[in-house]
């Protein structure tokens, strides 16, 4: 199957310092990507869909200067937390949708844990 | 907007009993609908994607059922064993937009 990866796994910063995670689609080509956080013992919840080439377009809640999203081409999408302050500490995952065969298919990264001292 | 909910929040059954988990949607106008695992601490794993087109998918011990007309769809786990605690999402592709439920936890003792 189509597989999607993210870097950093984990990452630690400071309050104030900038963080970029990485999302990658290592075998197919994906125009639209998304980015979800979850909060320890809760559901998914989608922060924007990034279409590549355009602006991402944010859910109703998330700072978009805050969570600058970029997918400058079809197989990579990144998101920087800007600023970043403890309740940014988050597990963030990407996906990554295959559009071939008319199929739709979401294919999910496994994630990086944020933790903001 | 799709809202998405999951019944039972929680479940525990003993090793070796077939169980059904539940979900419910409002908008039946998707693309598919996807179930997926999650462990403690850990990403998603696709278990089954059920297309608009399809009524239901098999894997293994698993079998995910699709009713767009109720809004609804269920995950049947067969012969269920400790390996399969964990945290089960089903989740709804609309036109670029994809709604998770809150999940089933799920717990087989041995």
């Known amino acids: 199957g189509a597989v999607v990866s993210q870097h950093p796994s984990r990452v630690i910063c400071k309050s104030g310092t900038s963080v970029k995670i990485e999302c990658r689609s290592l075998?197919?080509?994906?125009?639209?990507m998304f980015w979800y956080r979850q909060f320890p013992k809760q559901s998914l919840m989608l922060m924007a869909t990034?279409?590549?080439?355009?602006?991402?377009?944010?859910e109703q809640g998330v700072e978009k200067d805050k969570f600058l999203i970029n997918h400058a081409s079809l197989t990579l999408s990144t998101l920087t937390v800007t600023s970043a302050h403890p309740e940014d500490s988050s597990f963030y995952i990407c996906?990554?949708?295959?559009?071939?065969?008319?199929?739709?298919?979401?294919?999910f990264g496994p994630g990086t844990r944020l933790t903001v001292t | 907007k799709q809202e998405v909910t999951q019944i039972p929040a929680a479940l525990s059954v003993p090793e070796g009993e077939n169980l059904v988990l539940n979900c419910s949607f409002t908008?039946?106008?998707?693309?598919?609908l996807q179930w997926f695992r999650q462990d403690p601490g850990k990403g998603l794993t696709s278990l089954l994607l059920?297309?608009?087109?399809?009524r239901e998918q098999t894997s293994g011990r698993l079998n995910a059922s699709l009713d767009k007309s109720s809004g609804r769809s269920t995950l049947y786990i067969a012969a269920s064993q400790p390996g399969d605690s964990a945290t089960y999402l089903c989740?709804?592709?609309?036109?670029?937009?994809?709604?998770f439920g809150a999940g089933t936890r799920l717990t087989v003792k041995p």
């Open positions: 996906s990554a949708e295959d559009r071939d065969y008319d199929l739709y298919e979401q294919y």
């Open positions: 075998d197919f080509q994906a125009t639209t």
């Open positions: 990034s279409n590549e080439g355009s602006k991402a377009t944010y």
């Open positions: 908008d039946s106008a998707i693309y598919n």
């Open positions: 059920i297309q608009s087109s399809q």
């Open positions: 989740a709804l592709n609309n036109n670029n937009d994809m709604r």
